[in-house]
């Protein structure tokens, strides 16, 4: 009879697979994780590194929205401040034009409207985390400077027009600021400051121009609408922003479902497997014992 004389070394061989399998199979159960290479399931693994690349961009959006979020919230809270302030600007301003009040009485009201102002100014300045929120790009630097050296006065505003957006993971654009001089100075000659500075001057001389006063009472009525729908836009930005954060926190939740079936072990089919390795490399270790204490012709 021929024999193969490769014969022990296949079972040696596939005592070497057998326990190779053992191995995976172990780690497997060990981990509960079902590839650990791109050899044992190059398609699921594919998928994986798919599903990792949505969960990074996902976890990377929730940071900036975080972040973003709490910035526009801060302009949310300082614009409903300035049209608190204002409102009260145009109250007052009504009330001195009914021509009942004397100098003194008007002075004190220009007095009460420069106090606003500086209040106004303050809150156009407002930052967060250290960034000018009303700059428009130039976030490093203080957008409005009061100048007393003329009257009426002046506010210069030193930032610029620049917008920024942030683009959710499904491509969505937010809009995140307002810059201050579309804010504060609207139309030109009915911006904020303009009005404010004009009615102080209006009610500091010894004699009130009341067609002017009233005009000028006018201007700063236009102006406050103009900043209530600039706060309009903020406040869809922040809606916008909750939304997609709830979208992106779903999908992340079904991303991890996803990634939890591609990649999880099957712990029941795993010690099944496990269990008839380990049967085979008995056999198989049998074998190459019975072999090892005689002549192979002898177990033919």
Same mark, same amino acid.
């Given at each position: 009879?021929?024999?193969?004389?490769?014969?022990?070394?296949?079972?040696?061989?596939?005592?070497?697979?057998?326990?190779?399998?053992?191995?995976?199979?172990?780690?497997?159960?060990?981990?509960?994780?079902? *590839?650990?290479?791109?050899?044992?399931?190059?398609?699921?693994?594919?998928?994986?590194?798919?599903?990792?690349?949505?969960?990074?961009?996902?976890?990377?959006?929730?940071?900036?929205?975080?972040? =973003?979020?709490?910035?526009?919230? =801060?302009?949310?809270?300082?614009?409903?401040? =300035?049209?608190?302030?204002?409102?009260?600007? *145009?109250?007052?301003?009504?009330?001195?034009?009914?021509?009942?009040?004397?100098?003194?009485?008007?002075?004190?009201?220009?007095?009460?409207?420069?106090?606003?102002?500086?209040?106004?100014?303050? @809150?156009?300045? +407002?930052?967060?985390?250290?960034?000018?929120?009303?700059?428009?790009?130039?976030?490093?630097?203080?957008? $409005?400077?009061?100048?007393?050296?003329?009257?009426?006065?002046?506010?210069?505003?030193?930032?610029?027009?620049? *917008?920024?957006?942030?683009?959710?993971?499904?491509?969505?654009?937010?809009? @995140?600021?307002?810059?201050?001089?579309?804010? $504060?100075?609207?139309?030109?000659?009915?911006? *904020? $400051?303009?009005?404010?500075?004009?009615?102080?001057?209006?009610?500091?001389? +010894?004699?009130?121009?009341?067609?002017?006063?009233?005009?000028?009472?006018?201007?700063?009525?236009?102006?406050?609408?103009?900043?209530?729908?600039?706060? =309009?836009?903020?406040?869809? +930005?922040?809606?916008?922003?909750?939304?997609?954060?709830?979208a992106v926190s779903?999908?992340?939740?079904?991303?991890?479902?996803?990634?939890?079936?591609?990649?999880?072990?099957?712990?029941?089919?795993?010690?099944?497997?496990?269990?008839?390795?380990?049967?085979?490399?008995?056999?198989?270790?049998?074998?190459?014992s019975q072999l090892?204490?005689?002549?192979?012709?002898?177990? @033919?």
């Amino acid at each position: 009879m021929r024999v193969d004389p490769s014969y022990v070394n296949n079972i040696v061989a596939s005592l070497d697979q057998s326990q190779l399998t053992e191995q995976q199979l172990t780690a497997e159960l060990s981990s509960g994780v079902r *590839v650990n290479s791109l050899s044992q399931d190059p398609q699921a693994a594919g998928q994986n590194v798919l599903l990792l690349n949505q969960m990074q961009q996902d976890d990377s959006f929730t940071q900036s929205s975080n972040l =973003v979020t709490g910035q526009l919230q =801060v302009a949310d809270s300082a614009l409903g401040q =300035v049209v608190a302030q204002l409102t009260q600007a *145009v109250s007052l301003a009504t009330s001195a034009n009914n021509g009942t009040m004397n100098s003194s009485d008007r002075a004190s009201i220009a007095n009460q409207i420069a106090g606003i102002r500086s209040e106004v100014l303050s @809150l156009a300045n +407002s930052s967060y985390q250290g960034q000018y929120i009303f700059a428009g790009g130039q976030t490093t630097t203080s957008p $409005f400077a009061l100048s007393t050296a003329a009257s009426p006065a002046t506010v210069t505003y030193t930032g610029d027009q620049g *917008v920024n957006y942030l683009q959710t993971p499904n491509g969505q654009k937010i809009q @995140l600021n307002v810059p201050g001089d579309q804010v $504060f100075n609207g139309s030109g000659a009915n911006s *904020v $400051f303009t009005a404010l500075n004009n009615l102080i001057a209006d009610y500091s001389g +010894s004699s009130m121009d009341t067609g002017q006063a009233v005009s000028d009472t006018q201007a700063l009525g236009t102006a406050l609408n103009y900043v209530s729908q600039q706060r =309009v836009t903020v406040d869809n +930005s922040i809606t916008q922003l909750s939304s997609a954060g709830n979208a992106v926190s779903s999908e992340q939740t079904q991303l991890t479902a996803a990634q939890t079936t591609l990649m999880q072990a099957d712990v029941a089919n795993i010690a099944t497997q496990l269990s008839l390795s380990k049967t085979q490399q008995t056999a198989l270790e049998s074998v190459i014992s019975q072999l090892g204490s005689g002549s192979l012709f002898d177990k @033919l």
